[in-house]
């Protein structure tokens, strides 16, 4: 403790006031009418330590008409209900480490300043719907064992729950959190409601051993997440970080101009992503997941190598990239190349260096194994189709047994899957036949003409 404690036991941690070396719970009536004449509006309140009752409670907020100014509740303990209902604190509020016995509620309350309960305790309900913190709200490693209530409540510098306990039930619907809430480390045993919630979130490393439902409007970093239940995640014109994710229940994603990162993440359930306007995924890389389906997204940039079960996906009205076409010319056999426009993976722009650099590529025989079980889940035959020719170009680029015949089929007919190409080999063909029978019937008209007359000899 940094402050003078009660004299009135070893046990009470109440903070001193002069000149009675007592604290506020264990003066007399006569000393305690004293002190509260000095607990004017907007001046400081220290009762950092002391035991709160209901009496003492009402006797402190009559005393600053509901309008007390920077007030110090470090470690302060309230046994009966705590209601800060339409207080309006003028300063700095600092509640670290205090415990609340029975019912914390501060609906409707304004905070002109900072807002601390860090460490802080909640043996039943807290609420804070509509509360209206100017500054800075933390909650950091506090522990609440019953229902937690923010919805509608306003932090114009945001808030943090870094380590917080949520034992009950915990709603921020309609929400306001300024800058951005940070959640990092958070453990929440039931149902978190965290729908329309404007601002962005981090849920790094938190876990949820309920249904957690979160829809906000800026970025969502949760990477590191531990999800025993159902997780549905909203996102609207921002991005979602979800790397390393471990979901045991469902998971679903929905993404409005948005763009989220998969990467290693672990879906033990089956599980959906959609997108709308201009959303897109950029890795799902090392992603386990037995049944994933993902609907109108952008993946012309989303990384797949090491996706553990490509033949779960299900791919629809997905857009991916293209290819580039036309004649190209190389060192290597053979010299002369042309490239037909199809749909195709980033990881293969990046093997074949087609775009920038971004990372290690993935082998030619992981993408031909990749592309082979991606075709299975696509709802369009001709991305279908493309997958397929993929798949032929990586086995031969991976030099594959028999890749002489590979070569032949891709020269030829293009695997069997371009078929115009062998339309092409046959017109060729036949132009070179007919130009040679053209050729050989002129040379054999001319040598006829030519050729002297038959010879007359006279007698």
Excluded at 199 to 220: C, E, K, P, Q, V
Excluded at 244 to 267: I, K, M, Q
Excluded at 446 to 451: G, L, T, V
Aim: net charge positive; charged share 20%; aromatic share 10%.
């Amino acid at each position: 403790m940094d402050w003078l404690s009660c004299a009135h036991s070893d046990a009470c941690t109440g903070f001193s006031h002069r000149p009675f070396d007592r604290c506020l719970f264990h003066l007399t009536p006569a000393q305690r009418a004293e002190v509260l004449r000095t607990f004017t509006p907007g001046r400081l309140i220290d009762l950092r330590g002391t035991t709160i009752n209901a009496e003492l409670l009402g006797l402190v907020l009559e005393a600053t008409e509901h309008r007390p100014g920077r007030t110090r509740l470090d470690r302060a303990r309230f046994t009966c209900d705590a209601r800060f209902s339409g207080v309006a604190f003028l300063g700095d509020v600092s509640l670290d480490g205090a415990r609340f016995d029975r019912l914390a509620s501060f609906f409707g309350a304004r905070f002109e300043g900072n807002v601390s309960l860090a460490g802080a305790r909640f043996e039943r309900e807290l609420s804070f719907h509509g509360v209206r913190v100017r500054g800075h709200l933390s909650l950091d490693g506090a522990v609440l064992s019953r229902d937690a209530l923010f919805s509608q409540a306003v932090c114009g510098r945001g808030l943090s729950c870094e380590r917080t306990r949520f034992d009950g039930y915990a709603t921020f619907d309609g929400a306001s959190l300024g800058d951005a809430a940070g959640f990092r480390g958070a453990r929440f045993a039931r149902t978190l409601s965290f729908r329309k919630v404007s601002g962005g979130a981090g849920f790094d490393t938190a876990h949820f051993l309920g249904n957690a439902y979160i829809s906000l409007t800026g970025r969502l970093s949760a990477a590191h997440v531990r999800a025993d239940a159902g997780l549905d995640l909203c996102v609207n014109g921002s991005g979602a970080d979800l790397r390393h994710t471990e979901v045991f229940g469902p998971l679903a994603l929905r993404l409005t101009d948005s763009r989220a990162d998969l990467g290693n993440a672990v879906l033990h359930s089956p599980s959906s992503i959609a997108g709308r306007g201009r959303s897109a995924l950029s890795s799902l890389r090392d992603v386990r997941a037995q049944s994933l389906s993902i609907t109108g997204m952008d993946l012309s940039a989303c990384r797949f190598a090491g996706l553990a079960h490509p033949a779960g996906l299900r791919l629809k009205d997905c857009t991916f990239a293209f290819t580039p076409s036309g004649v190209r010319f190389g060192l290597r056999w053979p010299p002369l190349r042309w490239f037909s426009r199809r749909r195709s993976l980033a990881d293969e722009h990046l093997l074949r260096g087609w775009g920038p650099p971004g990372g290690t590529a993935a082998s030619a025989e992981r993408l031909a194994a990749l592309y082979a079980g991606l075709q299975a889940g696509l709802d369009d035959a001709a991305v279908a189709g493309d997958f397929a020719f993929g798949a032929m170009e990586m086995r031969r680029k991976a030099g594959a047994s028999r890749r002489w015949l590979l070569v032949l089929s891709w020269l030829v007919w293009g695997y069997g899957l371009r078929m115009g190409r062998a339309a092409a080999w046959f017109v060729l063909l036949a132009a070179i036949m007919a130009g040679a029978v053209v050729w050989t019937s002129a040379s054999h008209a001319a040598r006829r003409d030519q050729s002297p007359g038959p010879a007359f000899y006279l007698p």
